[in-house]
């Protein structure tokens, strides 16, 4: 025998499929967030590879050394176009590991401090200036620009330019940014620290 059912009942039972749909589709979307935020590790001989690529870089401190005196190069060259323009460093520097496929070896990405003015660099002065920074930052490879901000100024508020320039094959970049102030930040890509030239990869730990 069919059983009938009333308007209300039927209008419940739609809700519930609807729930239920809802809820089948949160659970697939949370089960490929997971997924996708836990990648798969690099495979040993890819990371074999690039340890051994690794190993034919300069060390970690040595590239820090290098790309800081390339940071306060881009300084001097801001100060010539924009004279009184003074320069410290603020925050602290920063390590973090490699992406693939170097997530299994001991290289660190360096964060460098920042390189810091209360000055900011004129409108009409940022295209000069710009020409600097292509010239100095292609000393470490860094010859791909992309352009975040480029707003002219008003009366009221200074011009907000912010512009990276990146070496795809090494990871290097180096930010230039203007507005009320001016901040040079660089990162320098995936490298062996001095003590880690020994040991690449890290050791297996081992089983109980």
């Not at 306060?72 to 693939?100: F, H, Y």
């Not at 600097?132 to 470490?140: Q, S």
Request: charged content about 20%; overall charge neutral; proline content about 9%.
């Amino acid at each position: 025998m069919t059983r009938k059912f009333s308007r209300f009942q039927r209008i419940a039972l739609g809700i519930a499929a609807v729930g239920a749909a809802a809820m089948l589709l949160l659970i697939g979307w949370t089960f490929v967030s997971i997924s996708d935020s836990n990648p798969p590790h690099t495979s040993e001989k890819d990371t074999a590879e690039a340890a051994q690529r690794l190993l034919k870089l300069p060390p970690l401190e040595d590239a820090e050394a290098e790309l800081r005196a390339v940071v306060q190069q881009i300084g001097a060259a801001a100060t010539e176009l924009v004279p009184g323009m003074k320069w410290e460093w603020n925050r602290d520097p920063m390590r973090s590991d490699c992406p693939a496929p170097y997530d299994q070896t001991n290289g660190q990405i360096s964060y460098l401090r920042h390189y810091y003015s209360d000055t900011p660099i004129p409108d009409d002065v940022w295209p000069q200036f710009l020409d600097r920074v292509r010239t100095i930052a292609a000393t470490v490879g860094a010859t791909a620009p992309e352009t975040m901000q480029n707003q002219s100024g008003t009366a009221s508020s200074p011009g907000n330019h912010d512009v990276w320039f990146s070496n795809p094959s090494s990871g290097t970049t180096i930010k230039v940014g203007t507005q009320r102030a001016s901040v040079i930040s660089a990162t320098v890509g995936c490298h062996l620290p001095k003590d880690k030239f020994s040991s690449p990869t890290p050791t297996p730990k081992p089983t109980s």
